[in-house]
């Protein structure tokens, strides 16, 4: 019988797919596991353009509505903590 996972494990794991989709939509040869010990500001080496990161905050808000059962306000809540904590900085952010 398979184990199930925590919550805590879910949020790890997720945390890890969304990651790595962000540097896969934003077209960046790296994921998590590039990144995961490092202590500098790795989020400022890479850019993503204003379209990407939106199309990488819809990927997250339907993952936290099916993975957690999130309403829509809680999921893009969630996604714009995880967008401040780890997101890539925007090359081309509209004025």
Same mark, same amino acid.
């Given at each position: 019988?398979?184990?199930?996972?925590?919550?805590?494990?879910?949020?790890?794991?997720?945390?890890?797919?969304?990651?790595?989709k962000?540097?896969?939509?934003?077209?960046?040869?790296?994921?998590?596991?590039?990144?995961?010990?490092? &202590?500098d500001?790795? !989020?400022?080496?890479?850019?993503?353009?204003? @379209?990407? #990161?939106?199309?990488?905050?819809?990927? *997250?808000?339907?993952?936290?509505? &099916?993975?957690?059962? !999130?309403?829509?306000?809680?999921?893009?809540? @969630?996604? #714009?903590?995880?967008?401040?904590?780890? *997101?890539?900085?925007y090359?081309?952010?509209?004025?």
């Open positions: 019988m398979k184990k199930r996972l925590s919550r805590e494990e879910k949020s790890k794991m997720f945390v890890v797919d969304v990651i790595n962000m540097f896969e939509i934003a077209g960046h040869d790296v994921t998590y596991d590039d990144i995961k010990d490092r &202590k500001n790795w !989020f400022q080496e890479w850019t993503m353009t204003y @379209e990407q #990161g939106d199309q990488w905050k819809k990927f *997250g808000i339907l993952e936290l509505k &099916k993975r957690f059962k !999130f309403n829509q306000h809680l999921a893009e809540r @969630e996604i #714009g903590m995880i967008n401040l904590m780890w *997101g890539l900085k090359s081309n952010w509209p004025k």
